[in-house]
């Protein structure tokens, strides 16, 4: 590790030792052993990055000298893969202090949870909150503590898509119900709430609820109410369990700050009421599932969009709700909604789609965005759309469907939700990209992926071990691999890559390239575009690409007439690709008064060619007339002969 | 119309003429100066014997020997004019074997040459038409390797 190559370090600093994994340390995330450069004896942690799965930027970016009790992100950047199989990202953090606290589970007295876990935990989310992030892995294997009695530090939350790796105990039901993809930053009350469950398993020093899978832990939780669904199981005293039952409580806004968590005593006395919910006393039976109350009727309604779309246009659900429930006001309000949308024909296919999710919004307003079964926040629609793309399948018609017909929008104003879904940055290249997609274009939903991921690699066919980010990044790659490039460069894969992370200009061009059917427009299209984005993200010379670039233009080259003219051409793109630059190569061929001239010289050529063949047959035929021609002539010139000798006699004998 | 057919007729038309001027003078000489008429006859006999059974155009052999013929009978002629009385003592200076061998011998050459210069000219004609043909090849098979033109369309 030490004989690093300067080119292989993160931020020029950071060697990550491929070969030397920390299964521990990453909390889920691969993790491997990084040398610091610049403090030898200071180690750090490399977490790898899945190329299925966006790190996150916006704590990357914010984050960049250590925090205490906090894997700090310091850099991150590429390095050799493990395994020598190509090339990885990495987040390079601080190092954890010790194990995980799920190494060795044991019962935390009350003075240890506050003065170990929870103080220094929301000092931590304090510092994150005015930073404008969050944390969103908080779990016991992602906790770490270097020895009894020394304070916790929270592992690292920047490799991995938010709460990704979170098991459903540690996330609030409305979290833990969305795609695990899906969950998007959220706010720091989910850090809160994450923060109190741990209170709660390391006072109780096991996992309650242990035996439940995933969907009876929700539904356990929308039943009862977290607190009172893990309290069951736990023993604790009465001040965690206060502190807890707020740091649980369901209603986000209900939770106290972090801020408020560094005084225990202050965050214990407040008590935020909320309205008890109203609960049936008789069940509504959605197939095998008995909903009490409007919370597990929104969590049944998307875990059975067949039924619950039956019940639903059948009036049963408003039955009940009216009936059962009792609540004449939400009876009505899914009334209208029902309404509303069996009554629009523009929703197509769409309807029993959009008639559940604005049903389930209507039913519980806290509720994430739920379409065809699938549960998300509308911030988490990137690393969505990245899974989408990986897997391919449903989830991916899932997200094209979402994005191409605006349901986040949809789903956001007609909820009039605070601006969660601002999420979405709609930047001008996310919009554009979208506008794409909306307009049916090839590889829209691949281009969507690269905006709205601009770390992670490009997933062309030929980039299965190398992590193309950037446009200099592919140029380097094209320029390495050229000598195996396929005819066509520009596939679909690289098209969308490039319009998504190259400016406006750059986009245009790709789509116009799409376009293109011919073999020859697409061509000249497709060494345009490389020319320019060599010209502008990597004017260095690339003379591999450039040879390659000369077999593509051979044919342009042959569709020149004039054969020396043809040769050389190509001997001088032959030299002129030694030097590596495609805008000289294509300088050469890109000549309009030369191709000109050459159609005239052909056709002049042509034209000559004709003349002599006509003269040539005519030579074949023409011994017969030349012999009549000679004998004429022969006799004319024997009698021209005498005649002057006649002459001559004549003037001598007059003239003597 | 063709440069031959003019030639032709030209042919036939100072055929005609000669043929005319020939009967002219011979009848003019004939009714004038019979002692000489006889033997000039003599010496021009193969002329127009040949003028008689020429089938080339305009009589062209024919009017060659007539020519050279004339060419070589014109002094003897001249001086059987002043010397000579009588149709006796013109054929005796006329008539003699060495003149008439002399200008038959010119009849024959005049033959001769009608029919070598053709040959000479047909060889001439083909060395020249050869070397254009060469000429020709070599400026198409470079205009073809040059241009293309013997690729297959398309």
Redesign the interface.
């Known amino acids: 590790m030490a004989d690093e190559p300067a080119n292989t370090l993160i931020a020029g600093r950071f060697a990550v030792d491929a070969s030397h994994p920390l299964p521990e340390a990453g909390g889920g995330v691969p993790a491997f052993l990084a040398a610091d450069r610049q403090s030898v004896a200071v180690k750090r942690v490399a977490l790898a990055v899945s190329r299925d799965a966006p790190p996150r930027i916006k704590p990357l970016l914010a984050l960049t000298e250590p925090i205490d009790n906090l894997m700090t992100p310091l850099a991150h950047g590429m390095a050799p893969a493990p395994g020598s199989r190509g090339e990885g990202y990495y987040v390079i953090c601080t190092s954890p202090p010790g194990p995980p606290l799920s190494e060795t589970l044991t019962a935390w007295p009350e003075s240890a949870l506050l003065d170990l876990v929870l103080r220094p935990v929301a000092r931590v989310l304090d510092g994150l909150q005015r930073s404008g992030l969050t944390h969103r892995a908080i779990r016991l294997n992602n906790v770490f503590q270097a020895a009894v009695g020394q304070p916790v530090t929270l592992g690292a939350a920047w490799a991995a898509p938010p709460a990704m790796h979170q098991p459903a105990l540690f996330e609030s039901p409305y979290q833990a119900m969305c795609h695990p993809t899906g969950r998007g930053d959220g706010s720091i009350a989910e850090d809160v709430y994450s923060l109190g469950v741990l209170l709660v398993v390391l006072s109780a020093g096991r996992i309650p609820l242990a035996n439940l899978d995933e969907t009876a832990l929700i539904r356990w939780k929308l039943d009862l109410g977290s607190f009172t669904a893990l309290a069951r199981e736990s023993s604790m005293s009465g001040f965690i369990a206060d502190l807890a039952r707020g740091m649980l409580a369901d209603d986000p806004e209900h939770r106290p700050p972090p801020s408020l968590l560094l005084d225990p005593a202050n965050a214990r006395a407040r008590r935020v009421a909320a309205r008890p919910a109203r609960r049936s006393q008789r069940p509504l039976m959605l197939g095998d599932q008995a909903v009490y109350d409007a919370r597990t009727l929104g969590y049944a309604l998307l875990k059975d969009e067949k039924r619950a779309v039956q019940a639903l246009r059948a009036g049963t659900v408003t039955h009940w709700l009216r009936r059962g429930m009792g609540d004449a006001g939400l009876a009505a309000a899914v009334e209208e909604v029902v309404r509303n949308q069996l009554t629009d024909p523009e929703l197509g296919l769409r309807t029993d789609a959009i008639l559940l999710m604005h049903a389930i919004s209507t039913i519980n307003p806290r509720m994430p965005l739920c379409w065809r079964g699938v549960a998300l926040w509308p911030d988490g629609v990137a690393a969505l759309v990245a899974e989408a793309t990986a897997t391919q399948g449903p989830l991916a018609a899932l997200a094209e469907e979402l994005l191409v017909n605006d349901i986040v929008q949809d789903w956001t104003l007609s909820e009039h939700r605070a601006s969660r879904a601002e999420v979405v940055a709609m930047s001008f290249e996310v919009s554009s990209a979208l506008q794409y997609l909306q307009s049916g274009g090839v590889g829209a939903l691949l281009r969507i992926f690269y905006t709205l991921n601009p770390l992670l690699p490009c997933r062309g066919a030929r980039m299965a071990t190398a992590w193309v980010v950037t446009l200099t990044d592919l140029m380097r790659f094209l320029e390495q691999t050229a000598e195996a490039a396929p005819a066509r460069l520009v596939d679909v894969e690289l098209s969308a890559f490039i319009a998504a992370r190259a400016d406006r200009r750059t986009e245009m061009q790709v789509n116009a390239l799409l376009t293109k059917t011919g073999s020859a427009a697409f061509r000249d299209r497709e060494l345009a575009l490389l020319k320019d984005l060599q010209g502008r993200y990597f004017p260095h010379p690339m003379p591999g690409l450039a040879k390659w670039a000369v077999t593509r233009l051979q044919p342009a080259v042959e569709q020149w007439r004039n054969r020396p003219r043809r040769a050389a051409m190509m001997a001088q793109l032959e030299a002129l690709a030694r030097e590596g630059y495609l805008g000289r190569l294509l300088a050469v061929v890109d000549d309009p008064a030369g191709r000109a001239a050459d159609r005239l010289g052909a056709e002049q050529a042509t034209m000559e060619h004709a003349a002599i063949d006509a003269e040539l047959a005519a030579i074949a035929v023409s011994d017969t007339p030349r012999l009549a021609e000679a004998e004429h002539l022969g006799q004319a010139l024997a009698g021209a002969i005498g005649l002057v000798a006649l002459i001559m006699a004549a003037l001598r004998v007059l003239m003597p | 119309m063709s440069a031959?057919g003019i030639?032709g007729r030209l042919g036939h038309a100072t055929g005609a003429l000669i043929v005319l001027l020939l009967g002219v003078i011979g009848g003019g000489l004939i009714a004038l100066a019979p002692d000489i008429a006889v033997p000039s006859g003599i010496l021009l006999a193969p002329g127009l014997v040949a003028f008689l059974f020429d089938s080339?155009?305009g009589r062209?052999?024919a009017?060659?020997?007539?020519?050279?013929q004339?060419?070589?009978a014109?002094?003897p002629l001249?001086e059987a004019w002043f010397r000579c009385e009588g149709l006796r003592a013109c054929m005796d200076i006329l008539a003699q074997p060495r003149q008439i061998l002399t200008v038959w011998t010119m009849a024959a050459l005049?033959w001769l040459?009608?029919q070598?210069?053709?040959?000479?000219?047909?060889l001439?004609?083909?060395y020249r038409?050869r070397m254009?043909?060469i000429a020709?090849?070599a400026?198409?098979e470079k205009?073809?390797?040059?241009?293309?033109?013997d690729e297959a369309p398309g």
Do not use: N, V, Y
Request: net charge positive; charged share 20%.
């Open positions: 031959g030639g080339s155009s062209a052999i009017r060659a020997m007539l020519l050279f004339a060419a070589a014109l002094r001249q005049a040459l009608t070598i210069l053709p040959i000479g000219l047909k001439l004609s083909d038409i254009r043909r020709l090849e400026r198409r205009l073809a390797t040059e241009w293309g033109l």
